[in-house]
C-alpha cells in the first residue's frame, strides 16, 4: 500500500550525502529530507516512526549517529518461558546497548580504523499508529495466557528526544491465531470503536461484540493509536 500510495517515488534521484554524522541534529535533517524525497505516502505519515542509532566509539570515545525508518516493533517472547511476557519489558530490552566487538567491530571514521563500540538503537521520533508484533519464535512455552498488554501504555521513558509531553496510547485493535501449531491456524481480528467505546470480532465474515477481556487465540499483532492530551 505504501508503494502504491506513494507521492513521490523517484527512486532514481541522488540522495544528499550526510555531511557530519557526530551532530545529531544535523544528520535527522538529512536523513527525513533523504526519506522524504523517495519515500513519502499517508501510510508512512501514520505507521512510520524513526529510530535512532548511536554508537560510540571505544578508542576516541567519539560518538555517531544514523537514523532509520520503522513500520513496527518487534519483541520475541523466547527470553519470557518461565514469566508473563509485558510490553514494557519488551520496551526495555529493546532498549539496551549492544557491543561491537570481533567481526562486528565498528569502522571509526576519526580513528580510521576498526574499533570495538556499543551501539543503542531507541525510538527517536515515534509514529501515530504504533504497530506491536508479538513474535513467539521457538519459545514452546509461549501461551495466550502469558502475554500482558495494556489498553493504555505511556513509553515516554524509551523515546529517545524530549517531547516535553508524555507519548501515551491506546490499544485499537489485536490480531490473533486460534490454532494449536505456529505455523497454521486461523486468524481472528479484534478492533475497538472509539465513538460508541465498544470492541467487535471479526472471524471472516461474522462480526459480533466483544471486549478486550475476552480476546483469544496468540496475540501477534497490537494496534494503538497516539494519544495527544
Known sequence: MHEELNYFGDKNQNLQTIPNQRNMLETFTHFNLNYDSINFS?????????????TRC??????????????????DTSYYIKKRFNLYDGFQDNAKPSKLVGDNQFFCSCCRCLRDAETTCKVFEPPIKLLINVDCGKNKGYKPS??????????????????????????IGVCTQKGASETNGHYVAYCKNNKV????????????????????????????ERIYE
Open 58 to 75: 571505544h578508542g576516541c570515545y567519539s560518538k555517531f549517529f544514523d537514523f532509520k525508518k520503522f513500520e513496527l516493533i518487534s519483541f
Open 42 to 54: 499517508k501510510i508512512s505519515q501514520l505507521f512510520y516512526g524513526t529510530y535512532k542509532k548511536e
Open 197 to 224: 467505546n465498544k470492541w467487535y470480532e471479526f472471524d471472516d465474515s461474522s462480526v459480533r461484540e466483544s471486549s478486550k477481556n475476552n480476546i483469544i487465540g496468540y496475540p501477534h499483532l497490537l494496534f494503538y
Open 146 to 171: 502469558s502475554i500482558e498488554f495494556d489498553e493504555l501504555i505511556d513509553i515516554t521513558q524509551f523515546i529517545d528526544y524530549d517531547y516535553k509531553i508524555r507519548i501515551k496510547y491506546r490499544l
